[in-house]
């Protein structure tokens, strides 16, 4: 199975900061990475698919970049509904992984 | 609007099965997979397997080969997964997820169930 790590674990960061996060797969994914949010209690919800396409009705200041094992995703102005955890996925190869997750919250 | 609606919350003992379901809304149920992914809590994501609701066919990842079937209802728009053989590590909530696309392998998951907890314990 291909290993998806996410770095960092957590952090937190002040409202209007830039948030970034890596996610790096253990071989090429091309591009087949996907970002999602999972606040507390609920399901995930899908934000960024094959690496940097904005899904339908996701604030423009979500984006992903990336391509091959290194992929970066960005909040460009923290909001306080944004703290949630964000998990990167790979669907390269079968399985589907996950990353273990970056959880953000607000300073 | 799409939904997936899930089965509520189960408690079953050790060795025991549990049959959880998935309720579509919103959209043609035969046309898009559903997969199943859980996560045991504070834990990362799983991905359990697919399946196409139109054919049946099915494809489960190889650590829960044998102890899983996703089947599906397509006259009540519903999937089911079941999960046999439950030892305690397999307390998690359960997710059915769909998948965006149509296009076989490209697996991105555009709108999941609230979740199902399955507690195991003896």
């Known amino acids: 199975d291909i290993q998806m790590t996410q770095s960092p674990s957590s952090l937190s960061a002040s409202v209007g900061d830039r948030v970034t996060i890596t996610c790096q797969a253990n071989q090429d994914i091309t591009n087949y990475l996907n970002w999602y949010q999972q606040k507390p209690g609920k399901a995930p919800k899908l934000l960024i698919y094959?690496?940097?396409n904005l899904e339908t009705g996701v604030p423009s200041r979500f984006s992903g970049s990336g391509s091959g094992t290194d992929f970066s995703f960005t909040i460009s102005s923290l909001q306080p509904e944004d703290v949630a955890t964000y998990f990167c996925?790979?669907?390269?190869?079968?399985?589907?992984?996950f990353g273990p997750g970056t959880k953000v919250d607000i300073k | 609007q799409v939904q997936l609606v899930q089965s509520g919350a189960e408690v079953r003992k050790p060795g025991a099965s549990v049959k959880v379901s998935c309720k579509a809304s919103g959209y043609t149920f035969i046309s898009y997979n559903i997969n199943w992914v859980r996560q045991a809590t504070g834990q990362g994501l799983e991905w359990m397997g697919w399946m196409n609701p139109n054919s049946g066919n099915t494809g489960y990842a190889q650590k829960f080969q044998g102890r899983v079937t996703m089947t599906r209802n397509p006259s009540i728009s519903t999937a089911y997964l079941e999960l046999s053989s439950l030892r305690s590590e397999d307390t998690a909530v359960y997710y059915c997820?769909?998948?965006?696309?149509?296009?076989?392998?490209?697996?991105?998951?555009?709108?999941w169930g609230q979740g199902t907890l399955v507690t195991v314990s003896s």
């Open positions: 094959d690496a940097s």
């Open positions: 997820a769909r998948d965006k696309f149509t296009i076989s392998g490209v697996v991105i998951f555009d709108y």
């Open positions: 996925q790979q669907y390269d190869t079968l399985p589907p992984t």
